[in-house]
C-alpha cells in the first residue's frame, strides 16, 4: 500500500502531467475505470496500475489526479503498446492545437474505421484532455505522423471547392487545419483534391472536430 506522498509512482505520474516528461519517457496517464477498462479490452495492460484503497490511499491518489473528481484507478501505460499501421481512410491533422478537438477526432475516427495522422503542433493525444475526449477510443484508432497519411489527401476547406458530396471517396485521407488558421497553402497544394462542407452563408466554419466527423461519415454512407 502506498501511504507516502514521496513514493516513486507517485512522482511519476505527476510528471506525466506535462507534455514533456510524456514525450521524454513515451509515457502517459490513463484515468478513471472506463479508460482503464478500454485499454484492458483492446489487449493494453498498463505498466503500473493504481487503484484506490487497494494499492495506494485514496486521498494521495486524488493529490495526483488531473481530475476535477479524481477516480478510483489510475493507470500508466507505454505509448509504444498504442494501435499503429494505417487504415484506407484516415484524418490528417495541421497544427489542431486543442485537445479536445484531437480526441473527439480520434473518438470519430474509431466510431468510422479511421486512422489519425498527427503534424507537429497539434495537440498530444495523450495528454489528459484528450485522452477523455477521446472516450477510450485512443486504444483502438491507429495513430501515425502526417506525411505517412495515406493517399490520396483532401483538403478540408470552409469555402471555394468541390462539394464534398461530388467528390469520388474510396480510399482517402482528409486533411484537416487548425482551430483559427485552417490550412496553409502549401499543405493544400500537397493535396490531390479540395472539398467543401455545404453550410449556410452566414457561417463562418465548422468546428475542425465536426468537419472531421462528416467528412467520414460521408464515406461510410456511401459504403452503406
Known sequence: MITSRQNETLKLVRKLRERRWRDKLGLFVAEGED??????????????LLVAGENVEPALLG????????????GIF???????????R????????????VGT???????????????????DPTGPKA??????AIFRVPLLSFDDAPRPWVALVPRGARPLADIDLGAATFVLGAEREGLPDDVVAR?????T????????????????????????????
Request: aromatic share 2%; hydrophobic share 45%; charged share 20%.
Open 35 to 48: 479508460l482503464v477498462d478500454a485499454a484492458r479490452d483492446a489487449g493494453i495492460a498498463p505498466i503500473e
Open 131 to 136: 485522452l477523455r475526449a477521446s472516450a477510450g
Open 90 to 101: 484516415a484524418l490528417a491533422l495541421w497544427h489542431v492545437g486543442d485537445p479536445g478537438n
Open 197 to 224: 462542407i455545404p453550410q449556410a452563408p452566414s457561417a463562418e466554419s465548422l468546428n475542425v472536430a465536426m468537419a472531421g466527423t462528416i467528412a467520414l461519415y460521408e464515406v461510410a454512407r456511401r459504403r452503406a
Open 78 to 88: 507505454g505509448r509504444d503498446a498504442l494501435p499503429s499501421g494505417t487504415r484506407d
Open 105 to 123: 477526432l480520434v473518438r470519430a475516427a474509431d466510431a468510422f474505421g479511421a486512422g489519425v495522422a498527427l503534424s507537429e503542433g497539434c495537440a
Open 191 to 195: 493535396c490531390d483534391e479540395r472539398a
Open 63 to 74: 493529490e495526483v489526479s488531473a481530475l476535477r473528481h479524481p477516480p478510483r484507478v489510475l
